[in-house]
Antibody, heavy 117, light 110 residues
Framework: QVQLVESGGGVVQSGGSLRLSCSAS????????MHWVRQAPGKGLEWVAS????????YYTDSVKGRFAISRDNLKDTLYLQMNSLRPEDTAVYYC??????????WGQGTPVTVSS | QTVVTQEPSLTVSPGGTVTLTCASS?????????PNWFQQKPGQAPRSLIF???SKHSWTPARFSGSVLGGKAALTLSDVQPEDEAEYYC??????????FGGGTKLTVL
């Protein structure tokens, strides 16, 4: 069955960096687009970034453009999110999900990120 | 800034039917926005129920259905079960760089 396991979250000071990973199994990772979605404490879902199946195109929500970078390693079946210049408002649980551009089919359990000021 | 609006909360009786809606600040929602619906229970990750307006996954219970109705995306739950109590989120796709979730609807089964 499809499994997505996020890791790399933690507590970081404002202005710091973190790299999240999402390890995938149970499906052909290299054939699927991938997404990052976050959820601030007690709040709703927010799309963060997406990457095409071959890594040829990346897309970002405006608030993270220039600070976050989504990437993937299709040999390792792993998705990444490099987060730089972190702000307190980036505090959230970060989920990875698979699917074509308009689909978010399967989700991981999430990894929490806390940015302290 | 595009805003996607859902009912903040709804209450339904067990066995009843309820429709959740998803509206866009840009105008009527069409199938071209590929509406998705997700269910999230407390302490759990979201789970996809519906994609591309009305398509279901293999795991989506038959009592869930999606549509576009009156310029809004809609999720209808029939024969509601106690385990359907959850937060429901819609998603509209305005383009690869503009994917917007609604604020969520808290569904209470009472």
């Amino acid at each position: 069955q499809v499994q997505l396991v996020e890791s790399g979250g933690g507590v970081v000071q404002s202005g710091g960096s973190l790299r999240l990973s999402c390890s995938a199994s149970g499906f052909s990772f290299s054939g699927y687009g991938m997404h990052w979605v976050r959820q601030a404490p007690g709040k709703g879902l927010e799309w963060v970034a997406s990457i095409r199946f071959d890594g040829s195109k990346n897309y970002y929500t405006d608030s993270v453009k220039g600070r976050f970078a989504i990437s993937r390693d299709n040999l390792k079946d792993t998705l990444y999110l490099q987060m730089n210049s972190l702000r307190p408002e980036d505090t959230a649980v970060y989920y990875c999900a698979n699917g074509w551009e308009q689909r978010f089919d399967n989700w991981g359990q999430g990894t929490p990120v806390t940015v302290s000021s | 800034q595009t805003v996607v609006t859902q009912e903040p909360s709804l209450t339904v009786s067990p066995g009843g039917t309820v429709t959740l809606t998803c509206a866009s600040s840009t105008g009527p929602v069409t199938t071209g926005y590929f509406p998705n619906w997700f269910q999230q229970k407390p302490g759990q990750a979201p789970r996809s129920l519906i994609f591309a307006t009305s398509s279901k996954h293999s795991w989506t219970p038959a009592r869930f259905s999606g549509s576009v109705l009156g310029g809004k995306a809609a999720l209808t739950l029939s024969d509601v079960q106690p385990e359907d109590e959850a937060e429901y989120y819609c998603l509209l796709y305005f383009g690869a760089s503009q994917v917007v979730f609604g604020g969520g609807t808290k569904l209470t089964v009472l």
